[in-house]
């Protein structure tokens, strides 16, 4: 990774090295997914296998959806990976169980005047669980048990199969685990599509999630804004990424190992390392373990790819580090830092924090029970990851007593008025009238 020490590097020279890898244009990603999702939306099935057929080459697949039940053929698993799977599921479970409300909100703004908010479970959630370069069943699981414990009614999973028309069993378990309706045999712009507008044989969702390549979130954003498909996204998500502030406290072998457990995921991934006060020879020994570490891994040829446009930033001290890192707005932030926890409270922009030598990144990928599911591309400034919250919605109420219309009624006739609005202040001031002409 090339090294840029800002005490003697440019304003510019920094905020460059900070820049994300360049992607195709938003017209040219678009210019290549519209006719993909038009031709889903008129068409339907024939149009989603076509594209399936064409672009996962399963040529054999003469329908585009395994429907629940799911025969146990399909999600036979070796009893290792079972069990390393129901740990995970627990683990999820159990931190968005936690994050259910408790009770309904509930106000009296004035006397006799109560407003309230709840909250109620998206109907029908489309997942989009990615393919590509590796099988991602740990996306199913963060994004399909968070939607199990929200109580949505209809859970249908959108992946890329296999050539052979099939998907991995440990994606068709899990999609058993939490009651989904139907597994869409697709991936890209086309299993958006078809989520999004529904089909013959698969149901239109209320709201699609899940990260994927720029043209799945191009498409992802393309069908947010057509009042047809009248569906809501997560977040914008794009390649993964990973930001370490590291001091002399931190190990070499972890530091590396953590960057280079982001930079596996594809060519497309940036790892960014700030180094706070270290040596020439101590930025040497992470670099030494970059390659060797590197050495062994399987998916070298992703990493070097994924390293030449990532960047170490050697900072004088904690304060800098933490504006570097608020200004780039990780997906993933490792504090490898002494007295880590104290930092926190300084971190204004991340996806996902892990905190001190303990926890690296992957923890939170799989098992620890946060999240993987994480804005991008510097999204973290105005965006959440996936919680419950984002299988939900909320409903306000106002309930009024005759007193209540009494006391907030004058306010709002006038204001209709300022307005301009009469059939407003009208709807308060029948009321009033009664109330005064029948002594109430």
Excluded at 73 to 78: D, F, H, K, P, Y
Excluded at 156 to 181: C, F, L, M, N, W
Excluded at 286 to 294: F, R, W
Aim: glycine residues 6%; aromatic residues 4%; hydrophobic residues 40%.
């Amino acid at each position: 990774m090339r090294c840029i020490k800002t005490a003697t590097a440019s304003p510019e020279t920094v905020r460059d090295a900070l820049q994300r890898p360049s992607q195709k244009s938003i017209e040219t990603v678009m210019g290549i997914v519209t006719p993909i999702i038009k031709a889903v939306r008129d068409e339907g099935d024939e149009a989603l296998l076509r594209y399936t057929h064409e672009f996962e080459k399963a040529t054999s697949l003469d329908s585009p959806v395994l429907k629940a039940p799911f025969p146990p053929c399909s999600m036979e698993l070796a009893s290792e990976t079972a069990q390393a799977i129901d740990i995970t599921f627990e683990n999820i479970r159990k931190f968005h169980a936690a994050q259910q409300e408790s009770h309904p909100l509930r106000v009296e703004t004035m006397p006799g005047v109560i407003c309230s908010r709840f909250s109620r479970p998206i109907e029908r959630v489309g997942l989009y669980v990615p393919g590509g370069t590796a099988v991602l069943p740990s996306t199913a699981l963060m994004l399909g048990v968070p939607a199990m414990v929200a109580g949505c009614k209809t859970i249908i999973i959108a992946t890329p199969p296999r050539a052979d028309g099939s998907i991995t069993p440990e994606i068709v378990y899990i999609a058993h685990k939490i009651g989904a309706q139907a597994i869409v045999l697709a991936g890209g712009a086309q299993a958006v599509a078809a989520l999004a507008y529904g089909t013959q044989s698969i149901c239109k969702v209320d709201k699609i999630l899940g990260p994927g390549n720029q043209f799945v979130t191009a498409a992802k954003v393309f069908v947010s804004n057509d009042t047809n498909a009248a569906v809501s996204i997560d977040m914008p998500a794009g390649p993964s990424e990973l930001l370490v502030i590291a001091d002399r406290k931190s190990n070499p072998a972890f530091v590396a190992s953590d960057l280079l457990s982001q930079a596996e995921h594809g060519v497309d991934s940036q790892v960014i390392l700030i180094a706070v006060d270290l040596s020439d020879a101590e930025l040497t020994a992470i670099e030494d373990q970059l390659s060797v570490q590197a050495k062994t891994l399987p998916r070298a040829k992703f990493i070097h790819g994924s390293l030449e446009h990532s960047v170490t930033l050697s900072v004088r001290d904690i304060e800098e580090a933490v504006t570097l890192s608020n200004q780039y707005a990780p997906e993933h932030l490792i504090l490898q830092i002494e007295n880590a926890e104290q930092v926190v409270p300084l971190i204004m922009n991340a996806g996902s924090i892990f905190i001190g030598e303990w926890a690296p990144e992957s923890v939170g990928d799989y098992s620890a029970g946060v999240n993987h599911s994480l804005p991008t591309y510097g999204y973290a400034k105005q965006y959440s990851g996936v919680s419950l919250s984002s299988f939900t919605k909320h409903i306000t109420s106002c309930q009024l007593t005759a007193q209540g219309l009494r006391n907030v009624g004058p306010s709002v006739m006038q204001l209709a008025k300022t307005e301009g609005l009469d059939g407003h202040r009208r709807a308060v001031e029948l009321r009033i009238d009664y109330l005064n002409e029948n002594g109430l």
